[in-house]
Nanobody, 120 residues
Framework: QVQLVESGGGLVQAGGSLRLSCAAS????????MGWYRQAPGKPRELVAA???????NYADSVKGRFTISRDNAKNMVYLQMNSLKPEDTAVYYC??????????????WGKGTLVTVSS
């Protein structure tokens, strides 16, 4: 059993910053890639940023230069630093992790999401 819990969402004015955190807990042998997705009203869920266990990252074009993803492997946590926020960043942000749950098995997990609202 693995749980992912996000925190750090809230209301911020355009141009401001937020830092999202995601903590993974449970029966975890290891975590491969971790990422942040978001879903805005009426739109499909999209990848915002991802990071491998080795620290390689990739970002959606819309957030490059503004968002930074990082992780702490020892703590099974992933973070998303969001700067220069825009109203179009408003969405529910979800944490995702590819978790090794045994010596031979991996499984994807999702957090319940945290709402980020950027006002203009």
């Amino acid at each position: 059993q693995v749980q992912l819990v996000e925190s750090g969402g809230g209301l911020v004015q355009a141009g401001g910053s937020l830092r999202l955190s995601c903590a993974a807990s449970g029966s975890i042998f290891g975590i491969n890639a971790m990422g942040w997705y978001r879903q805005a009203p009426g739109k499909p869920r999209e990848l915002v940023a991802a990071i491998t266990s080795g620290g390689s990252t990739n970002y959606a074009d819309s957030v490059k230069g503004r968002f930074t993803i990082s992780r702490d492997n020892a703590k099974n946590m992933v973070y998303l630093q969001m700067n220069s926020l825009k109203p179009e960043d408003t969405a529910v942000y979800y944490c995702n992790a590819d978790v090794r749950i045994s010596l031979y098995s991996t499984r994807g997990y999702w957090g319940k999401g945290t709402l980020v609202t950027v006002s203009s």
